[in-house]
């Protein structure tokens, strides 16, 4: 079992609609949730954090986390075309140890 | 958010010479940085851990004499791929550890090097 799973994708949506994407760990000490964005060909970027049960807006952002499921999820509200690119989740286990999925590619339809 | 620079973006090199890739944390200390590879299509991986003032931690199957890796201050880590080769060529990205509301631990990303080996 990979220690933080995405759906590849590709996921598309048309532009105006909710996008969903979610993501799943295997550690249950891990603490901290990071959504960053990454556009081809660019490094990732911060976007989103969530460290607490429950969901925490920014936005057309919402991250959602449930610690006894172990997931968290990010809607994209309003979804843009220039909200296509690849999602990846990153969980913090302990100090130094953040892990990364593969990513989520994204595409928003116009 | 935390702003880290790389430099160069670019570098074309010939085959057997050595690169070296600069990372900043430019509003920030970072005791902490990290080295990333990404071959196209494909996601992040971690190739070692720099720490300021010690040496650093490589993952399982990265060559520490390849990749060299001084973290000399506060705001700066280098890379150097010694002896460059073809199969070198790849997104090379660093990130630096920062806390956001002062305690909650990410990570930064630089606006990575993309080294091509000729």
């Known amino acids: 079992q990979k220690e933080v799973e995405q759906n590849s994708g590709p996921l598309s949506v048309p532009e105006g609609a909710i996008a969903s994407l979610n993501c799943t760990y295997s550690?249950?000490?891990?603490?901290?949730f990071f959504w960053y964005r990454q556009y081809s060909g660019k490094s990732p970027e911060l976007i989103m954090s969530?460290?607490?049960?429950g969901d925490k807006e920014d936005g057309r952002f919402t991250a959602q986390l449930n610690k006894a499921s172990q997931y968290v999820s990010l809607l994209i509200r309003d979804s843009q075309p220039s909200d296509s690119a690849t999602y990846l989740c990153?969980?913090?286990?302990?100090?130094?140890?953040?892990?990364f999925g593969a990513g989520t590619r994204l595409t928003v339809k116009p | 958010g935390a702003v880290v620079s790389q430099h160069p973006s670019w570098v074309i090199c010939k085959s057997g010479t050595s690169v070296k890739i600069e990372c900043r944390s430019l509003d920030f200390q970072a005791t902490t940085m990290f080295w990333y590879r990404q071959f196209p299509k494909q996601s992040l991986m971690l190739m070692a851990t720099?720490?300021?003032?010690?040496?650093?931690?490589?993952e399982q199957g990265v060559e520490k004499d390849k990749f060299l890796i001084n973290h000399a201050s506060l705001t700066l880590s280098t890379l150097t791929v010694t002896s460059a080769h073809p199969e070198d060529s790849s997104f090379y990205i660093c990130s630096a550890r920062a806390f956001l509301q002062g305690y909650q631990e990410t990570q930064y990303f630089g606006p990575g090097t993309r080294l091509l080996v000729l």
């Open positions: 969530i460290y607490s049960n």
């Open positions: 990153a969980v913090t286990r302990r100090v130094n140890d953040m892990r």
């Open positions: 720099s720490n300021e003032g010690s040496k650093a931690t490589y």
């Open positions: 550690d249950r000490v891990s603490q901290s």
